[in-house]
């Protein structure tokens, strides 16, 4: 660790109280689509940075982070106000902790050994102040390699797997190529996560990076369509698929078809175009204004619709969950340091909203052809040869009124569609591409990574994966 001014002098500095980042008030963010989260102040900031021990084991990293970002090592760069040193330190692991620091959910803070007390050190805050810090005072610059390979890396989807991959490929001399389907670069993160969590100015200016270190940009190409897998092969020395895992849970049961059910990425991907500007015809908008909202499945995609659906007017919203209501602490088979599963509460529900638990929708209920209302029954979980099931509960059917029926329930796997068939990748069972732990396909000069073969997860492991996969990909290209 770098120990400029050390941990010691501040034995007892951990029985300070955890003070979280304040919010707008809830009647003021509902009002628009900008950012919730506010900043702590350098006094504030300073006291919770003091609270971290500098643990022997430190597994806020070694177990709490994907990207293994040096946690301890940061925080004492910023309680010794050598802010500098501790973004050195910040980027070395991590690509873009300004986007990490406001929608990852932090499994590094449930690691930190304060969560044995419930008040971990705020690491996700103080990883963003850093980020922020450096961007205001100039301290992100480009990193520009002036020694180029020549070695030309076709990278399909611009996630945050793609990006980071595409960063990494850069700044080793070579030239990667981002291709994206989509007229604007971001997958998830531009439209996936709505403007209140991540304004997309943040990520415009880590892309205008990007592209100064060499990273080109092609958007509006779906490969596999619009050019080849034989062109790609002929025209580049490595191939990375990040395309994410995009092919939603669907429901089959009675009523599907109305009109007024959509999914919840379609949603929320209309608002961020909305709110970027661009005009949507009257017939095409889904919108919750004066609408009874049923948003399906109890995770953060989910959380992203009620928030959504509130700022847009909503009449009511409910949110069903078909697994139990998660209890407020660690249960005793849930000990620290792994990730506890216990009641969380976004910034969306805060604003307004019923959530039910234990529900699962049996069918949609409509008039006219469009979506009315859903038929909906209680289940209890029962475990039987260590397995939990669910089954229905006898007489517990219910009916929620709904004009507009939001679909979270997750996603499969990566979409099988010509790019993954005429590369002949191999698909595991669960949906997945097969890669090694380079992430390098059985295909010669293929690379996966990201959601496209760990399914749906976490941005931060998006970003790790990535990483991971451009060392892969250089080592390929000089072995």
């Known amino acids: 660790m770098d120990k400029v001014t050390s941990f010691y002098n501040k034995p007892y500095a951990f029985l300070n109280k955890r003070e979280e980042p304040p919010k707008r008030k809830v009647e003021e963010r509902i009002g628009d689509f900008r950012e919730f989260e506010q900043f702590l102040s350098p006094e504030q900031l300073h006291l919770q940075v003091s609270r971290c ?43 873009f902790p300004e986007i990490t620091g406001r929608v990852c959910p932090a499994p590094c803070e449930k690691a930190c050994t304060l969560e044995i007390s419930g008040e971990p050190v705020i690491i996700r805050h103080i990883e963003l102040q850093i980020a922020e810090w450096g961007w205001r005072e100039g301290y992100v610059r480009p990193q520009i390699n002036p020694n180029k390979t020549h070695k030309k890396v076709a990278i399909i989807g611009s996630g945050p797997s793609g990006l980071s991959c595409a960063q990494e490929l850069a700044r080793m001399g070579h030239t990667p190529v981002v291709f994206e389907r989509q007229d604007r670069i971001g997958g998830l993160l531009r439209y996936g996560i709505p403007d209140f969590k991540l304004e997309k100015w943040i990520l415009d200016r880590r892309i205008e990076q990007l592209k100064q270190e060499g990273v080109e940009f092609e958007t509006e190409v779906d490969v596999g369509v619009d050019i080849s897998a034989r062109y790609l092969r002929r025209h580049f020395h490595a191939i990375f698929i990040a395309m994410g895992a995009g092919v939603p849970r669907d429901l089959d049961i009675p009523g599907r078809t109305l009109s007024g059910i959509h999914f919840a990425l379609d949603y929320l991907t209309q608002q961020n175009r909305q709110v970027a500007g661009e005009a949507i ?124 029926v939001l679909i979270s329930a997750g996603f499969l796997h990566v979409e099988h569609g010509s790019l993954i068939r005429d590369l002949q990748l191999p698909i595991d069972a669960r949906g997945n591409i097969v ?45």
Request: hydrophobic share 35%; aromatic share 6%.
């Open 53 to 95: 021990m500098d643990c022997g084991i430190p597994y806020c990293h070694a177990l709490g982070c994907p990207l293994r970002n040096r946690i301890p090592d940061f925080n004492s760069m910023v309680y010794s106000g050598h802010w500098e040193r501790a973004l050195e330190i910040l980027h070395s692991t991590n690509n």
């Open 281 to 404: 015809p009257k017939e095409k908008q889904i919108h919750a204004f004066g609408k009874h909202v049923v948003v399906i499945g109890g995770g953060d995609t989910g959380s992203d619709c009620v928030g959504t659906a509130r700022r847009q007017g909503a009449k009511t919203i409910t949110q069903i969950e078909i697994l139990p209501k998660p209890p407020l602490h660690r249960p005793l088979d849930n000990p620290w340091p792994t990730w506890p599963n216990v009641l969380r509460s976004s910034s969306s529900h805060e604003e307004g909203c019923e959530r039910l638990w234990s529900v699962t929708p049996k069918a949609f209920l409509g008039q006219e052809g469009r979506v009315t209302g859903i038929q909906c029954v209680q289940v209890k979980w029962i475990e039987a040869n260590g397995k939990k099931m669910c089954t229905e509960v006898p007489h517990s059917e219910f009916e929620l009124p709904a004009d507009l």
């Open 435 to 479: 890669v090694n732990e380079n992430g390098r396909t059985p295909i010669l000069g293929i690379f996966a990574g990201g959601d496209a073969v760990q399914g749906p997860s976490l941005v931060v492991k998006a970003i790790a994966e990535g990483r991971k996969v451009a060392r892969g990909i250089h080592q390929y290209l000089f072995q």
